[in-house]
């Protein structure tokens, strides 16, 4: 489910992950700590606008304390009651007492101030006239520190208030916030005020308020552990009833669940859910859970992205436990919420599910987090020194997180659930920091876990093994060979001590044995009377690693085959094989496909055929792309072919979106595989191609990236003359944006500038928070320093958290190459060293078969 990356996190585009000598950081001081907030708001939808008061009271823990700082960026700050004097920088209002406080005491600060338009955290939607049908709403979206610009706040994940909401709006609006709707009051004017009570204590980043025209689904009633709650989802008038219902709908099943497995009663007074154009992926505010409104699927898209839908709503609601009922006191624990969100996501599969639906979560974690460990960076999974609480969000702390916690779970045994239910019930309400976790693991247990958390948690890289097996026939003794590769010094990885299991059949019988490993080098003995058929590595999936392990053609073709194994054991063994490039492997693994029942297992095989180091992968591809008709796997299998550059996968992507049966999803792979093309008769077949059913733009988008893929001067014109605001529909500006920028990479430096001017031009007056990003990232990548000062002014029209990410990218581009050109050529030489390299096995085995009939 390649989507899943542009939802869950954000890939970093650097190889260190914080800058040297990085300031680290700690919990805020709470000397003064607010407590409560009454927010009111009055909003003009029409103006993106709103003002109103909001008071905190403020809680003193300690004596002599006279001064507190409020988070507030651009707003108008009309008065300030309370505090003696205060000031105000356009960042943060500085507010000082003549008095000190006295401990216990608790005063009021009242802030009378005007919102307009922010650049984030508060997202206004309302027609224009280039965009005449576009939604009316304003919804809020803060992670990590994003309240700060619509709110005066201390915008910091561990200080959490009570909050009354009293909003206002036009009588025929929704109005919507965290907590308990108290009352709705018609205020005789158009208008009428919404007061929601939030009780539990709530940090600034899970604070959210929705105001405008939507549709609504009322579920029925769930039991989340303390009686039943109400559960309502919401959308757009664009989108249909019955669509947001089908998004939905598993939500009172998800929380009946959950409560039954983690044993901890959820608090809150409702659940409900809504789906808006301006957010990019899911937000687990409390009680109320933000979406984008990919999240909102026709029956049809359901076949292909539902799946993925569900696994976003079991993350998201895990977070009322991990996250909002027990807050981390600092984003270095942050893996205290996210990491075990998408444990969640794995626990559900297996008990929900199936076996395979689990295992396939673990893989697609591990693979995630190695690829990101190994090709950009390896930082520790809790770390105080990091550039930005955003950088946080990365593919160490889900995916690589959520590992840690499956071997934590198969390390303490029974134990481990008794531990996590005492673990959120003990801290439900308070702030939490990795060691809290630990001691309750270790409560339950009776086991010391210093030497696991310090390996896996507080240091960076994985194991990587490299293992060869041999076997005596005199002396009856199989030998494995155990090399950990991983160690560098400079990153700071070492190397690992753990337990691993190894399975091995002797005449159709299995034997389990587990070794410990604590040493670089070092070989497991095992006693068989005769070879083993087969060796299996790790069978059930316990610990993380990556494996380079080939113990020879017959053991893995067996390995392959044997109902006895699970996905894991065979993904690998199909891995193996296929890099040998041998046609009695690439056929083993088509027949494995058509076995096959599991739709994970099927596109591994698939993608491990793609990368078959001849030709014979690519045509078995083509035949199974014929037959195959699962929603869940047609997608990655054309995926495969992508910059695969034969006529055959031409005409094999134009025969699939000719199918009656042809998917959303699907056709836009379809599209980007013929872009990959790279000729000007994939150009001609894509600017005239007809979309005759789309839904959300999904095809349309994939649409414009294939012409980007294209890499044709002809497709920059094309682009461009869509790139003005209001050219095309909001949905698919990304893409059209992200294709010039692919296209254009390869160009001649006056076709190039072309794009720059056009690009840094919109960038100007683009006010779309989402769009500014990707301008910036498809300028930096052109590596020109023209483009700097542009991205430079662009970094203030983004949140401040983001503003690390911009310097790097300017950074990139003064330590890019100055000779494009050479940089292209390169390129173009290693597409056709591949070519050439496939093209000469095909002869090689054309030429194997003659001499065989002669």
């Known amino acids: 489910m390649k989507k899943i ?254 409560n039954r497995k983690l044993q901890c009663p959820l608090e809150w007074d409702k659940y409900y859910q809504i789906a808006t154009f301006k957010h990019g992926g899911a937000m687990e505010n409390i009680s109320f859970v933000t979406w984008g409104d990919f999240a909102i699927v026709n029956e049809k898209e359901a076949k292909e992205f539902l799946y993925l839908i569900d696994l976003i709503n079991v993350h998201e609601m895990a977070h009322s436990w991990f996250g909002d009922m027990i807050v981390c006191n600092e984003f270095s624990a942050a893996w205290l919420k996210e990491s075990f969100a998408v444990f969640m996501e794995g626990v559900y599969f297996k008990d929900k599910l199936s076996y395979d639906d689990y295992l396939y979560e673990l893989f697609l974690n591990a693979t995630n987090y190695m690829e990101e460990s190994d090709t950009k960076y390896a930082r520790p999974i809790v770390t105080n020194e990091y550039d930005s609480s955003w950088d946080m969000y990365d593919r160490h702390l889900y995916p690589g997180g959520a590992w840690r916690i499956h071997m934590l779970q198969n390390i303490v045994g029974d134990a481990f659930w008794q ?22 693991l270790e409560e339950h247990s009776g086991m010391s876990l210093e030497g696991f958390f310090e390996q896996w948690l507080y240091s960076p890289g994985y194991p990587k093994l490299k293992v060869s097996f041999t076997y005596d026939d005199k002396t009856h003794l199989g030998s494995l060979k155990i090399e950990q590769t991983q160690e560098d010094k400079k990153k700071k990885i070492g190397n690992f001590k753990f337990p691993l299991e190894v399975k091995y059949e002797i005449d159709g019988k299995l034997v389990h044995q587990t070794f410990q490993i604590k040493e670089k080098e070092q070989t497991l003995f095992i006693r068989c009377d005769k070879k083993p058929k087969q060796i299996v590595l790790d069978p059930n999936y316990k610990t993380l690693f990556s494996l380079e392990f080939n113990p020879g053609t017959d053991m893995l073709i067996h390995q392959l085959q044997s109902e006895s194994n699970n996905i894991i054991d065979r993904i690998r063994a199909a891995g193996e094989l296929a890099k040998e490039g041998k046609k009695n492997n690439i056929k083993a693994i088509k027949e494995a496909y058509e076995k096959e029942s599991f739709w994970g297992t099927k596109i591994q095989f698939a993608k491990i055929l793609s990368k078959s180091p001849n030709f014979d992968g690519i045509k078995l591809l083509i035949e199974i792309l014929d037959s195959e008709t699962d929603p869940m796997v047609l997608q990655e299998l054309i995926a495969t072919l992508e910059n695969s550059r034969y006529e055959i996968v031409f005409k094999a992507m134009k025969k699939y979106l000719q199918r009656e049966d042809k998917l959303y999803w699907a056709s836009n792979r379809a599209l980007k595989v013929i872009g990959s093309q790279r000729n000007e008769d994939a150009f001609e077949f894509l600017i005239n191609y007809h979309i005759d059913e789309d839904y959300n733009f999904i095809i349309q988008s994939g649409l414009y990236t294939a012409i980007g893929k294209t890499r044709s001067e002809k497709a920059i014109d094309y682009l461009i003359k869509r790139l ?71 970094k203030y029209k983004m949140a401040t958290q983001d503003h690390p990410a911009v310097d790097r990218r300017i950074k990139s581009i003064t ?35 003659k001499i065989k009939k002669e």
């Open 5 to 258: 990356d542009d939802i869950h996190l954000r890939l970093k585009n650097h190889g260190d992950f914080a800058t040297p000598n990085v300031e680290k950081h700690y919990r805020p001081s709470l000397e003064l700590e607010p407590i409560h907030q009454d927010i009111k708001l009055k909003f003009d939808l029409p103006n993106k606008k709103a003002k109103g008061i909001v008071t905190t009271t403020v809680k003193a823990n300690g004596n002599a304390a006279n001064h507190l700082i409020f988070d507030a960026i651009d707003l108008n700050i009309n008065s300030v009651k309370g505090p003696n004097r205060w000031d105000y920088d356009g960042k943060v209002i500085n507010l000082y007492w003549e008095t000190p406080f006295t401990k216990g005491e608790k005063r009021e600060v009242s802030i009378e101030y005007e919102i307009n338009d922010p650049i984030t955290g508060m997202y206004f939607s309302y027609p224009d006239d280039k965009y005449p049908n576009r939604p009316i709403y304003a919804v809020t979206d803060h992670e990590t520190i994003r309240a700060r610009y619509w709110l005066p706040c201390i915008d910091h994940i561990s200080i959490r208030c009570s909050i009354d909401f009293f909003l206002t709006s036009a009588k025929e609006h929704f109005i919507l916030a965290n907590g308990k709707a108290i009352e709705e009051n018609d205020n005789g004017d158009g208008t009428k005020t919404a007061h929601w009570n939030q009780s539990f204590p709530c940090p600034s980043y899970l604070i959210t308020l929705a105001v405008g025209e939507f549709i609504e689904y009322k579920d029925k009633p769930a039991d989340a552990g303390k009686g039943q709650i109400p559960l309502s989802y919401y959308t757009t008038k664009n989108f249909k009833v019955e669509d947001l219902k089908r998004s939905f709908d598993k939500t009172g099943m998800f929380l009946d669940w959950m």
């Open 419 to 440: 531990a996590v239910s005492d673990y959120l019930n003990t801290y439900k309400g308070k702030i939490v920091e990795t060691i809290d976790f630990q001691r309750k």
């Open 724 to 794: 003005p605001y209001g050219k095309e529909s909001e949905y698919v500006r990304n893409a059209i944006i992200g294709a010039l920028g692919e296209v254009t990479t390869w160009s001649e430096k006056p076709i190039k500038e072309k794009v720059m001017n056009n690009l840094t031009d919109l960038l100007k007056t683009e006010k779309n928070e989402n769009i500014i990003h990707i301008i910036s990232r498809t300028l930096s990548g052109f590596k020109d320093t023209q483009v700097i000062s542009a991205i430079e002014g662009a």
């Open 815 to 849: 330590k890019g190459k100055s000779d494009e050109e050479e940089k292209a050529q390169l390129q173009k030489d290693l597409d056709e060293m591949k070519k050439k390299v496939k093209d000469l096995f095909a002869k090689v085995e054309n030429l194997e078969a």
